[in-house]
C-alpha cells in the first residue's frame, strides 16, 4: 500500500515508517523541511496549512496518517499552546481539503489526536473508553490551561469529522504517551531522570499513566487501516494504565534497581521549567483503555508495562 504520512519526521513518524518500509509499503512523508530519511521513504514539502504540489501525494494513496502539529515537549506559554492549536487544526484541515479533491482520495484518513482528551482521571472512579470515557474541560481544580489542552484536542477532532469526504472513512487517533527506545521520545526522558535517581512519585505519584509500546502502534495502525467497519475516535493505549509511582519503580526495576528521589508539585515544575517542557505532562492523571479495539479483537504483543519495560530497556541498551 502507499502510506502519505504528513508530519512523519517526528517520533511517532519514525517509529511507523521504518516499519511501513521494512513491510515493503509505499512510504511518503510531508514535511516542512527537506530531510534524508530511510531509504525507501520518499519526502515531499508543504508548508501544513495551504494546498500545494504535495497534494498530488495523496491522490491515489491508499492510506493517510497524518502526524502533524507542534511538539508538546514545551512550556505551555499562551504562544505555544496558540501554536500548538493552529498546527494541528490547520494541518487537519488542509488535508481534508486535499482528500476531498482527490480524483482517488484515500480508502482511509487516521488522524493523530490524544488521550489527553479525557478529564483528569482524579475525579473518576473508572478509566476512560470511547463509549463512557468522559471528555475533559469541567475539571474542579485543575489549572485552566490544562482546559485549553483538551480545547485543542476537540477541535483536532473536529477539523477532520467536518471535513466532506464520503469515500474515505475517518479514524481520530486518540494516542496515549508512545514508549520506543529512540533518542528523544517520552523513554527516553524517563530513562534519563532514573539513572540521576529522580525517577520517583511526583506529588504522591497517584496520578496514572496512559501509554503504548511503539511496535503496538505499528499494529494498531494496520489493524484499523484493515478494520473497514472501524472509523471515529479509537484510544491507542495500553490496557495497563498505572500510577506514575508505580511505572517508574518497575521502569528502574528494569534498568537496574537505581534509588530515586520523591518530588513535590512546586520541584516537578521547576525541573519541568530546566528542560523546557510542562508539568502537565507528569501531573494531569490519564487513565484511557482501548475498549473499541479489545472489541475488535486487537491483541496487544505489550499488554503489560511489566513486560513492556523489559522489552524497552532491553533495546535501549542493545543500541547503546
Given amino acids: 500500500m502507499r502510506f502519505v504520512i504528513p508530519g512523519g519526521t517526528g517520533h511517532v513518524g519514525g517509529v511507523l515508517r521504518r516499519a511501513l518500509v521494512e513491510a515493503g509499503h509505499d512510504v511518503v512523508v510531508l514535511s516542512r523541511r527537506p530531510e534524508t530519511l530511510e531509504a525507501g521513504v520518499r519526502h515531499a514539502v508543504w508548508d501544513g496549512r495551504t494546498l500545494g504540489p504535495w497534494a498530488a501525494e495523496v491522490d491515489g494513496a491508499d492510506v493517510v496518517v497524518n502526524l502533524a502539529g507542534r511538539s508538546v515537549s514545551c512550556r505551555y506559554t499562551d504562544a505555544n499552546l496558540r501554536q500548538m492549536m493552529d498546527s494541528r487544526v490547520e494541518s487537519t484541515r488542509v488535508v481534508g481539503e486535499a482528500i476531498?479533491?482527490?480524483?482517488?482520495?484515500?480508502?482511509?484518513?487516521?488522524?493523530?489526536?490524544?488521550?489527553?482528551?479525557?478529564?483528569?482521571?482524579?475525579?473518576?472512579?473508572?478509566?476512560?473508553?470511547?463509549?463512557?470515557?468522559?471528555?475533559?474541560?469541567?475539571?474542579?481544580?485543575?489549572?485552566?490551561?490544562?482546559?485549553?489542552?483538551?480545547?485543542?484536542?476537540?477541535?483536532?477532532?473536529?477539523?477532520?469529522?467536518?471535513?466532506?469526504?464520503?469515500?474515505?472513512?475517518?479514524?481520530?487517533?486518540?494516542?496515549?504517551?508512545?514508549?520506543?527506545?529512540?533518542?528523544?521520545?517520552?523513554?527516553?526522558?524517563?530513562?534519563?531522570?532514573?539513572?540521576?535517581?529522580?525517577?520517583?512519585?511526583?506529588?504522591?505519584?497517584?496520578?496514572?499513566?496512559?501509554?503504548?509500546?511503539?511496535?503496538?502502534?505499528?499494529?494498531?495502525?494496520?489493524?484499523?487501516?484493515?478494520?473497514?467497519?472501524?472509523?471515529?475516535?479509537?484510544?491507542?493505549?495500553?490496557?495497563d494504565p498505572l500510577p506514575q509511582r508505580d511505572l517508574m519503580r518497575t521502569l528502574r526495576r528494569a534498568w537496574g534497581r537505581r534509588p530515586a528521589l520523591p518530588a513535590t508539585r512546586r520541584m516537578a515544575g521547576l525541573g519541568a521549567f530546566v528542560l523546557r517542557s510542562d508539568p502537565e505532562l507528569l501531573l494531569k492523571s490519564r487513565r484511557v483503555v482501548p475498549g473499541r479495539l479489545l472489541d475488535a479483537g486487537f491483541t496487544f504483543d505489550h499488554p503489560t508495562w511489566d513486560d513492556a519495560a523489559a522489552d524497552l530497556v532491553a533495546a535501549v541498551r542493545a543500541r547503546r
Avoid: C, K
Fill in 100 to 239: 476531498a479533491r482527490a480524483e482517488h482520495p484515500p480508502a482511509v484518513w487516521l488522524q493523530m489526536s490524544t488521550a489527553t482528551i479525557y478529564a483528569d482521571a482524579r475525579h473518576h472512579g473508572r478509566a476512560h473508553d470511547e463509549a463512557t470515557g468522559v471528555l475533559g474541560g469541567d475539571e474542579p481544580d485543575v489549572p485552566l490551561y490544562w482546559e485549553y489542552s483538551v480545547r485543542i484536542a476537540r477541535r483536532w477532532e473536529a477539523a477532520q469529522a467536518e471535513a466532506d469526504l464520503p469515500r474515505t472513512r475517518r479514524v481520530a487517533l486518540r494516542t496515549a504517551m508512545v514508549m520506543s527506545p529512540d533518542r528523544g521520545s517520552v523513554l527516553d526522558y524517563l530513562l534519563r531522570l532514573a539513572r540521576l535517581g529522580l525517577g520517583g512519585p511526583v506529588a504522591g505519584g497517584a496520578q496514572h499513566v496512559s501509554w503504548i509500546h511503539g511496535d503496538d502502534v505499528v499494529r494498531a495502525v494496520l489493524f484499523l487501516v484493515e478494520r473497514d467497519d472501524l472509523a471515529g475516535p479509537v484510544n491507542l493505549a495500553a490496557p
